[in-house]
């Protein structure tokens, strides 16, 4: 990113934060496996559903070598409340039983000496583990200040003007390119919630964007939010 869209994100965090608040963040951060394991299960499903599947699975298998070692169908019982059993089981199963392959070890301790784009690469050639779930494992595993792309972030910081792309990987590495240092987190994270309650794919309610001053989309409305939900809970900041 260039300076101007440097600015433009901080700014956005400044505006979001005053809406919402700094995001909470637990104190110990959670395994980098533990948070592979919860990004596949939160793919195209709901935080809630995600992490009841997440639960449920970590109650049935006591270990990474039980899940490993179970039959796909068996994973994919324990986490149907997430959507798409048969693709996310067979991701997890996959990604630990390579995982043990090839480090003899269920851990990822070895990225904390790779820089951001080099575990990203390391990460993504697990099959099922694509760029939003290795930036995801740095954010909230490793503290890393990468901003993860979404639906919810790609559409924001495209309708903002910050960057111009086509998908979210390519939304990723344009926005990481320079990001602003300490606040990927409360930027991320509160992108995602306003991407819930206000910035919706479709019929916004940009009378009631923190951002509306700041925002280059043409398809601005008057529409309001009618009646706000509670709708704040981070299934990533509750791996554990």
């Known amino acids: 990113m260039n300076k101007h ?36 299960l939160s793919q195209n499903t709901n935080d809630k559903n995600s992490y009841k599947a997440y639960l449920q699975l970590k109650e049935k298998y006591k270990t990474w070598d039980e899940i490993a070692e179970a039959e796909r169908s068996d994973i994919e019982k324990e986490i149907k409340t997430a959507g798409l059993g048969k693709q996310k089981s067979g991701a997890i ?4 039983t390579r995982l043990k392959i090839e480090k003899n ?27 939003k779930t290795a930036s995801c494992v740095l954010l909230f595993a490793l503290d890393r200040n990468v901003c993860p792309v979404d639906t919810h972030v790609n559409r924001i910081v495209n309708r903002l003007g910050i960057v ?26 509160n992108l995602i919630r306003l991407g819930r309650e206000v910035c919706k794919p479709q019929k916004p309610a940009c009378l009631s964007c923190p951002l509306i001053k700041v925002c280059k989309y043409d398809g601005k409305t008057k529409q309001r939010v009618v009646q706000a ?3 704040a809970f981070m299934l990533l900041d509750n791996i554990k």
């Open 105 to 131: 070890i269920y851990s990822l301790d070895y990225l904390s000496d790779l820089t951001d784009l080099e575990a990203i690469e390391d990460l993504t050639k697990y099959n099922g583990v694509g760029v």
């Open 5 to 40: 869209q440097v600015n433009k994100v901080i700014k956005a965090t400044d505006l979001l934060v005053e809406k919402f608040g700094i995001p909470p963040r637990p104190a110990e951060k959670p395994d980098p496996v533990e948070m592979v394991i919860g990004t596949i």
């Open 164 to 189: 111009k792309a086509s998908t979210p990987d390519k939304t990723f590495f344009l926005l990481n390119e320079n990001f602003p240092a300490d606040i990927a987190h409360r930027f991320h994270t």
């Open 229 to 231: 939900k509670e709708n």
């Open 93 to 96: 199963k996959n990604f630990l």
